[in-house]
């Protein structure tokens, strides 16, 4: 009988090296679940039309083109809702056939990399949550050497998201992606070591 993977949410706010760290956990033979990677897919996919019946001509080339659709649901709260209302339920078909694959795999951990787990109350489908975390002078150093991003840019996502602080004190486990990449990888391999050993 295979038993399900103990599941872990990974979360941090814009800049703090999550991403990073999801490809350190896939690097440890992880499998990692990325909501947003989804989202992109979905877009080229299944969400194609009902999104484009809800917003006509964001449609380009076959896929949602994610700038037209932005500019129609992000000052409008309701028309972010009827989105999301359309989006979340195929992120979570995708996410539970991926959690049935883990499964079959006898995987003893999967990771779900969610940008926003704490503002959709997504901590309550993981077992445990690990928030990654810098310094601010570090975040914004990252953030803002983006192509294309401004500080009007980053304030509107961070007032969005859940404060770094909030998030550190809710989290079982926090990673500090500050120093190095080396550092970062010591301790997400201790993390997996502690939480595989666990299951056995």
């Known amino acids: 009988m295979k038993t399900r993977p103990f599941l872990l949410g990974l979360t941090g706010s814009i800049g703090m090296g999550k991403s990073t760290t999801?490809?350190?956990?896939?690097?440890?033979?992880?499998?990692?679940?990325?909501?947003?990677?989804?989202?992109?897919?979905?877009y080229a996919g299944e969400g194609v039309a009902p999104v484009e019946a809800a917003f006509p001509g964001v449609t380009v080339d076959g896929r949602i083109d994610r700038v037209k659709l932005g500019a129609?649901?992000?000052?409008?709260?309701?028309?972010?809702?009827?989105?999301?209302?359309?989006?979340?339920?195929?992120v979570r078909q995708r996410e539970q056939r991926f959690l049935e694959e883990a499964r079959l795999d006898d995987a003893p951990l999967a990771v779900l990399d969610i940008p926003l787990l704490y503002e959709t109350g997504a901590?309550?489908?993981?077992?445990?949550?690990?928030?990654?975390?810098?310094?601010?002078?570090?975040?914004?150093?990252?953030?803002?050497?983006?192509?294309?991003?401004?500080?009007?840019?980053?304030?509107?996502?961070?007032?969005?998201?859940?404060?770094?602080?909030e998030k550190r004190r809710r989290a079982d486990y926090v990673i500090d992606t500050g120093s190095s990449v080396e550092a970062t990888s010591k301790d997400v391999a201790e993390l997996v070591r502690r939480l595989t050993a666990a299951q056995e």
Do not use: C
């Open 22 to 42: 999801a490809g350190l956990f896939r690097e440890l033979g992880v499998p990692v679940h990325d909501a947003d990677a989804v989202v992109h897919a979905i």
């Open 123 to 165: 901590e309550k489908r993981v077992q445990a949550v690990v928030v990654v975390s810098a310094p601010q002078a570090v975040q914004r150093a990252r953030v803002l050497a983006r192509p294309g991003m401004t500080e009007e840019k980053f304030r509107a996502i961070l007032d969005k998201q859940m404060p770094d602080s």
């Open 72 to 90: 129609r649901v992000l000052h409008d709260a309701e028309a972010m809702k009827r989105l999301e209302a359309i989006v979340h339920p195929l």
